[in-house]
């Protein structure tokens, strides 16, 4: 398989994740285009930091988890109504805390359920 042809399966991919991939909003590796914006390679990248932190027995609590989650939100809303552009490093690390909140948010759903369930 090619670079091109690996790349177009990447692209693929992530369109099918659900990015927008627009190029102004993506990080570059020569002249490949990431496969998902700046945001969401942060989002996947705290999903996994995240996933990887519960195996070892790491616990968050649920209020650190939202506040993780709303500081992506809050770029996003700064953004979306103009107050101030987002640049892709801050994108790249509020997604990384964004993505990581809701995988612990996650959690402390499904062991809440889990705990009340079980009584």
Same mark, same amino acid.
């Given at each position: 398989? +090619? *670079?091109? /042809?690996?790349? #177009?399966?990447?692209? $693929?991919?992530?369109? $099918?994740? @659900?990015?927008?991939?627009?190029?102004? *909003?993506? #990080? #570059?590796?020569? /002249?490949?285009?990431?496969?998902?914006?700046?945001?969401?390679? @942060?989002?996947?990248?705290?999903?996994?930091?995240?996933?990887?932190?519960?195996?070892?027995?790491? *616990? !968050?609590? $649920?209020?650190?988890?939202?506040?993780?989650? =709303?500081?992506?939100?809050?770029?996003?809303? !700064?953004?979306? +109504?103009? =107050?101030? /552009? &987002? +640049?892709?490093?801050?994108?790249?690390?509020?997604?990384? =805390?964004?993505?990581?909140?809701? !995988?612990? =948010?996650?959690?402390?759903?499904?062991?809440?359920? &889990?705990?009340?369930?079980?009584?």
């Amino acid at each position: 398989m +090619t *670079r091109d /042809e690996l790349w #177009f399966r990447a692209m $693929a991919l992530g369109a $099918a994740a @659900g990015c927008h991939q627009r190029p102004d *909003r993506s #990080f #570059f590796f020569g /002249e490949y285009q990431f496969p998902v914006c700046a945001r969401c390679t @942060g989002v996947f990248l705290g999903q996994s930091a995240a996933a990887a932190a519960l195996l070892c027995g790491k *616990r !968050v609590p $649920a209020w650190a988890a939202a506040a993780l989650l =709303l500081t992506m939100g809050a770029d996003w809303f !700064v953004q979306y +109504t103009g =107050l101030r /552009e &987002s +640049t892709n490093p801050r994108r790249l690390v509020t997604g990384i =805390l964004g993505g990581a909140g809701i !995988v612990f =948010l996650w959690f402390c759903a499904i062991r809440a359920i &889990s705990k009340a369930v079980s009584r």
